[in-house]
């Protein structure tokens, strides 16, 4: 394997997800989030080392990820926006923030804005139960989101 793509891709990280959740096909949507927590996108190459590793084909691992919304293959943008649905925050409606990001910034989750300011995705549980529904922003949490609260927020990244 190439050194740079090595270096790029974290190859030894995605050894240990690999590890971690058992180095077999029936684990592929597993290895697959836990490799796109690590790297924030799931590039052909990385589809690629994957399904060499677990031995299926290539087709297999793209068929997963090109159906799943919640899975990536792009880079993220200038700036990362994450709605939690995590059970705390979909109970407190993130459904509806969702909507309301999907409007506001013109993409579906997990996809980037045609501008490549913005990344926005769908993530699982982000620790601030206590402010449900929460959103992040580059890191940066806000709590006990309303959906009229959102091109105000936005606005000051863009
Ligand atoms: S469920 Fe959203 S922060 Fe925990």
């Given at each position: 394997m190439d050194n740079n793509l090595q270096e790029t891709f974290?190859?030894?990280?995605?050894?240990r997800v690999i590890k971690r959740e058992g180095n077999n096909s029936e684990s592929l949507i597993q290895i697959l989030h836990?490799?796109?927590?690590?790297l924030g996108y799931l590039p052909k190459e990385v589809?690629?080392?994957i399904a060499e590793k677990l031995q299926i084909p290539p087709t297999r691992v793209y068929g997963i990820v090109s159906f799943y919304n919640f899975f990536?293959?792009?880079?993220?943008?200038?700036?990362v926006v994450s709605v939690c649905m995590g059970?705390?925050?979909?109970?407190?409606g993130s459904g509806d923030l969702m909507k309301?990001?999907?409007?506001?910034?013109?993409?579906?989750?997990?996809?980037?804005?045609?501008d490549k300011k913005f990344s926005y995705r769908e993530v699982r549980?982000?620790?601030a139960c206590g402010m449900a529904p929460v959103i992040s922003i580059d890191g940066e949490v806000y709590g006990r989101v309303t959906p009229d609260m959102i091109p105000e927020i936005i606005s000051k990244y863009k």
């Amino acid at each position: 394997m190439d050194n740079n793509l090595q270096e790029t891709f974290n190859f030894p990280q995605i050894d240990r997800v690999i590890k971690r959740e058992g180095n077999n096909s029936e684990s592929l949507i597993q290895i697959l989030h836990g490799t796109q927590e690590i790297l924030g996108y799931l590039p052909k190459e990385v589809q690629l080392y994957i399904a060499e590793k677990l031995q299926i084909p290539p087709t297999r691992v793209y068929g997963i990820v090109s159906f799943y919304n919640f899975f990536t293959m792009e880079k993220d943008a200038e700036h990362v926006v994450s709605v939690c649905m995590g059970t705390a925050c979909y109970v407190k409606g993130s459904g509806d923030l969702m909507k309301k990001l999907e409007s506001e910034l013109g993409v579906k989750p997990n996809r980037i804005t045609e501008d490549k300011k913005f990344s926005y995705r769908e993530v699982r549980c982000l620790g601030a139960c206590g402010m449900a529904p929460v959103i992040s922003i580059d890191g940066e949490v806000y709590g006990r989101v309303t959906p009229d609260m959102i091109p105000e927020i936005i606005s000051k990244y863009k």
